[in-house]
Structures are given as C-alpha cells and as structure tokens.
C-alpha cells in the first residue's frame, strides 16, 4: 500500500515565524501536490512537483514556497506565516504510469497561525 | 478555466438507503477524467470511483456508481445500502488530459448516515 505521511498532525504558530510541512511518499512516486483545504472552498492546489527539484505553481500559490530535494519528499514552506493561513494542509503523490491517475493523500496537518 | 461544482454543502441518508451526490463542471476539452475522493472524518482521502469522459458506461464499484452525463456535465455519485461508514466528506474532481495530473476539486459534500 501506498503510503504518504506528514511530519505533524496539528502545528501550532505565530504570525511572522517561518513554517515547515514535510510531507514523505514510499512509493517512489514522481509527482508531488500540496493543497490547502478551506470550508466551503475545497482543496485548492498550492505546488506540485513532477520531479526532484522541480516545480510548478498551482492555484493559490502566493506565501508559499516549495522544496523537493529527494524524490520522495515535498516540503511546504511558508516564509512567514499569517493568519490567514490557518488551515488544513494536504500533501498528495500520484505514478506517472499510473493507469488509473490516482492520487494518494496523507492524513493532513491542521495549522493554526496566532 | 475547468471549474467543478458541488451544490450540496450536506446530505443525509438512512442506513441502508440510497443517496446521490451531485456535480457538475465545465470544461470546453472533450476527454477528460472524473473522480468522486472520499474523506472520513479525521482519516486520509482516499479514491472512491473515476469515469473517463470518453467511456460511455457508467463506473460502478460495488455499492457505489455514477451517473455520468456529458452533454449536461453532470458527474453524480450514487452509493446504495449505506452504511455508517460512508459518513465522510465527498469530493468531486476532474483531471485534464493534458498529462499534468493536476486535479480541479469541488468544494464537498458532508454525508451524515442515520441508523
């Protein structure tokens, strides 16, 4: 089974500190998606990676930043965190052979920003 | 811009009932896919059933089937004899054809089942 695991559950921040999500896949997978999960909007996709150091922006990329150093890690970073991006944050990982274009979610990390 | 709509913000059904989620969305392209993602409360999303545009049957996956329709652009999920453990959040989306893998999600249908 795939498997796709974020470093933290709940993350809990200041206005103004700089933020990690880490997000690890174990299926070798070549794309990468972060998205941000909002109540009445869905998910809207921030960045997703196709490769190890690449990316590409999605819809709402602005107050982010990405890093994919290792193929199998995606990394979120917010430079300075604001309140309004408190939220839910999903990371995501699909096969470029895939016949069936599944994505694979993991279990989210819910971020508080004060 | 694909653009994919979920008028239902909730939906309830009775434990061995049928229910049907809605969607729709608008796309000028011809082939494309569909999905219906499902999210439990406080557990991962996971796939639940995907229609490509250009197969005219309707997906089915045991209990859970869609109505897809083109020319509307409706893409509807229907789930027979619910259970309890179909109470999530349900997720449309649509993928373009153009290899990115990128999805386009709806804003979701939270699923209350009632014993």
């Known amino acids: 089974d795939v498997k796709v695991t974020q470093s933290s559950r709940y993350l809990v921040k200041r206005t103004g500190e700089k933020v990690f999500l880490e997000c690890v896949q174990d299926?070798?997978?070549?794309?990468m998606f972060w998205y941000r999960q909002d109540p009445g909007l869905g998910l809207r996709l921030i960045y997703f990676?196709?490769?190890?150091?690449?990316?590409e922006k999605g819809d709402i990329p602005e107050g982010y930043s990405v890093s994919r150093e290792k193929k199998e890690r995606f990394s979120l970073i917010l430079e300075s965190a604001s309140t309004n991006q408190t939220s839910m944050y999903l990371c995501?990982?699909?096969?470029?052979?895939?016949?069936?274009?599944?994505?694979?979610f993991g279990p989210g990390t819910r971020l508080l920003v004060l | 811009a694909q653009t994919v709509t979920q008028s239902q913000p909730e939906m309830s059904v009775q434990e061995a009932e049928t229910v049907t989620l809605s969607c729709t969305y608008d796309?000028?392209?011809?082939?494309?896919?569909l999905f219906w993602y499902k999210q439990p409360p406080s557990r991962q999303m996971i796939l639940v059933i995907r229609?490509?545009?250009?197969?005219?049957q309707n997906a089915t996956e045991n209990r859970f089937s869609v109505n897809f329709q083109k020319a509307a652009k409706s893409f509807s999920l229907k789930i027979s004899d619910s259970q309890l453990g179909d109470a999530a959040m349900y997720f449309c989306?649509?993928?373009?054809?153009?290899?990115?893998?990128?999805?386009?999600f709806g804003t979701g249908t939270r699923l209350q089942v009632f014993p």
């Open positions: 989306a649509y993928r373009s054809p153009a290899g990115d893998d990128k999805l386009i």
């Open positions: 990676s196709y490769d190890v150091k690449m990316k």
């Open positions: 995501a990982s699909s096969l470029n052979t895939d016949p069936q274009w599944t994505q694979y």
């Open positions: 299926m070798d997978h070549e794309n």
């Open positions: 229609q490509e545009a250009y197969k005219q």
């Open positions: 796309t000028s392209e011809s082939d494309y896919y």
